[in-house]
C-alpha cells in the first residue's frame, strides 16, 4: 500500500511495538514527493496490528519477543572491515566516518556511513549539539467508537491538547511530572553508569555506552578516548501544531480499546493518534525552516518529542495503529538536516517496555550508526518487528520491545532502553562486540545467520 504526502528525501526506520510473535507484524510502504522536487523514494513503514497485539494477551502470551537464536553460518570467519577515506566534516554536517565490509555472512562487500570517529583507524570524541523539541499538539476530533470490522474510527469534534512541557498529573507522578524534562534528563543525554555483562563500560550516555559495546574488541585500550556524545542538549521552547481534524484524534476514554476485537486493559488517557505523512511533511515544510534560528542545523540533531501520541497511516484506521518514531532527513535542495521523531509514552497502552525513553533509545541508536537509513546490509528478518526481510543497518528493529534492565538517574526515575544490535549481529563471523555479544545485553549470542530471501 502506497500513500503520497511524505519528504521526498525521507528514509524513515519507523520505531514499532511487536506483539508475542512474528505473525503478529504487518508491514505497509509509502511514498512521497515534496513540491520542490518531483522525484520520490519508497519508504518502508511497519506497524502492528492492535487486534493481534490483545490476541496475544488474553492468551496469556509474553507480548515482548523472546530471544532469538540463529545458527552462525560463519562463527569462524571475520566479516572484514576496510577504512574507506573519511567523509569530510567541513563544519557544516555532522561528523561522520565511513567503512566498507567485506560481510561473512555473504560474502559481498557494503559501504556506509556513521555519526563519529572511525573506530578501527581514529578512534577519538565526537560531540553532536542536540535538540529535543517539543511537540504541543492541538487537537480536534475526539474518537468516539470504532468499527470492529473495519477498524474505522468514528469522531465527535473536541478540543484537546497534548503538552509535553506541561504537568502531567494523571499518567505520572510530581516530581517528574513534566514530560519534557523527565526525558531532558534521562540517560540517553546524561551520564549514567552502564555495564553490559560484566563489563564495565563507563559512566556516560546510553547511546555512547553501546558504540563503545559495538567495537569493544577493536578499540581495546582506546576506549577511553572513544565517545559519541549528545553534547550540548537543549530543549527548545514547545512548537504549537494546530492539527487538522482529519489529522489527528484524541483517544480520551481509557476504556476506548477494551470492547471486542481488543479486550485491553485500561490506559491512561488521553491517547493522540496523528497521520504519519502529514506531521513528516509538516515538520519538513513549516517546523525546520524556522527552528534554523535556535540553532537547529546539518551539524545538529533535533529530537522532535511526541508525549503519548502515536503515528498512524491513516489516522481513522485503528487497526493501522501504531507507530511509535522514525529517524529521517530533510533539507533539500540544500544541506542533508537529519533528524527524528519519537513519541513519549505515558499512557502504557503497550506495556512497559514501550513507555518513556524506550522508543527515544531505539531511534538515537539507529541514527547514530544508520544517519541517513541507507546503510545496507545482507538481508535479515524474522526477528524485532521484521517479520519477512530487511536489508539496512538499523540496530533497534531486531530488538522492538526488549529493554535492557531499567536506568534510575539522579531525579529518582527509572527509565526504559530497548536493547539494540551490534554491527556484528548485521555483518557476522566473529564478533567485535563486548563479550563476543551480537547484542548489548546479550540477547543475540550468534549473528544473523544466511541472508533471508525477499519473497
Given at each position: 500500500m502506497t500513500r503520497t504526502g511524505i519528504a521526498a528525501n525521507m528514509i524513515a526506520a519507523a520505531v514499532l511495538l511487536s506483539a508475542a510473535t512474528s505473525g503478529d507484524i504487518r508491514a505497509q510502504?509509502?511514498?512521497?514527493?515534496?513540491?520542490?522536487?518531483?522525484?520520490?523514494?519508497?519508504?518502508?513503514t511497519t506497524f502492528i496490528s492492535l487486534v493481534e497485539f490483545a490476541k496475544a494477551?488474553?492468551?496469556?502470551?509474553?507480548?515482548?519477543?523472546?530471544?532469538l537464536t540463529i545458527p552462525s553460518l560463519s562463527s569462524a570467519g571475520e566479516s572484514q572491515v576496510t577504512a574507506d577515506e573519511a567523509v569530510l566534516s567541513s563544519g557544516n554536517t555532522l561528523p561522520l566516518w565511513s567503512f566498507n565490509v567485506r560481510a561473512a555472512r555473504d560474502g559481498h562487500h557494503h559501504r556506509g556511513v556513521m555519526v563519529g570517529t572511525n573506530p578501527f583507524t581514529s578512534p577519538g570524541t565526537s560531540k553532536i549539539p542536540t535538540q529535543i523539541v517539543p511537540l504541543v499538539l492541538h487537537l480536534h476530533s475526539v474518537a468516539v467508537s470504532f468499527d470492529p470490522n473495519t477498524g474505522i474510527i468514528t469522531t465527535t469534534p473536541g478540543e484537546v491538547t497534548v503538552d509535553p512541557t506541561d504537568a502531567d498529573n494523571s499518567c505520572m507522578s510530581a516530581p517528574n511530572n513534566v514530560p519534557a524534562t523527565v526525558l531532558s534528563e534521562s540517560p540517553l543525554f546524561n551520564p549514567a553508569s552502564f555495564t553490559f555483562g560484566s563489563t564495565n563500560l563507563g559512566t556516560t550516555q546510553y547511546v555512547d555506552a553501546f558504540q563503545r559495546a559495538n567495537f569493544y574488541r577493536v578499540l581495546g585500550a582506546d576506549i577511553a578516548n572513544y565517545h559519541v556524545l549528545l553534547d550540548p542538549v537543549n530543549t527548545l521552547r514547545g512548537v504549537e501544531i494546530n492539527v487538522p481534524a482529519a489529522e489527528g484524534i484524541a483517544i480520551t476514554d481509557p476504556g476506548f480499546l477494551s470492547p471486542a476485537p481488543f479486550g485491553l486493559p485500561p490506559f491512561c488517557a488521553p491517547l493522540g493518534l496523528i497521520d504519519f505523512a502529514w506531521l513528516d511533511f509538516y515538520l519538513n515544510d513549516r517546523v525546520l525552516p524556522d527552528l534554523a534560528e535556535q540553532g537547529v542545523n546539518a551539524t545538529t540533531l533535533p529530537i522532535f518529542m511526541l508525549y503519548s501520541t502515536w503515528e498512524t497511516e491513516p489516522v481513522n484506521q485503528i487497526f493501522s495503529c501504531c507507530i511509535g518514531g522514525y529517524h529521517s532527513f530533510g533539507g533539500f535542495p540544500g544541506q542533508a538536516q537529519t533528524y527524528s521523531v519519537a513519541n513519549f509514552d505515558s499512557t502504557g497502552v503497550f506495556g512497559p517496555s514501550a513507555t518513556d525513553t524506550a522508543i527515544v533509545s531505539h531511534e538515537v541508536g539507529e541514527w547514530v550508526n544508520d544517519p541517513f537509513g541507507n546503510n545496507l546490509v545482507p538481508p535479515w528478518g524474522g526477528t524485532g518487528q521484521v517479520p519477512g526481510c530487511q536489508a539496512n543497518l538499523e540496530v533497534g528493529d531486531p530488538l522492538t520491545r526488549i529493554n535492557i534492565p531499567p536506568v534510575t538517574m539522579n531525579n529518582g526515575f527509572t527509565y526504559g532502553l530497548q536493547e539494540l544490535a551490534f554491527f556484528s549481529w548485521f555483518f557476522g563471523g566473529k564478533s567485535i562486540g563486548v563479550n563476543g555479544w551480537y547484542s548489548n545485553n546479550g540477547t543475540f549470542t550468534t549473528d544473523a545467520g544466511a541472508p533471508c530471501t525477499y519473497q
Open positions: 510502504g509509502a511514498t512521497g514527493a515534496t513540491s520542490s522536487s518531483t522525484s520520490s523514494k519508497s519508504v518502508p494477551k488474553r492468551a496469556g502470551g509474553r507480548v515482548s519477543l523472546q530471544p
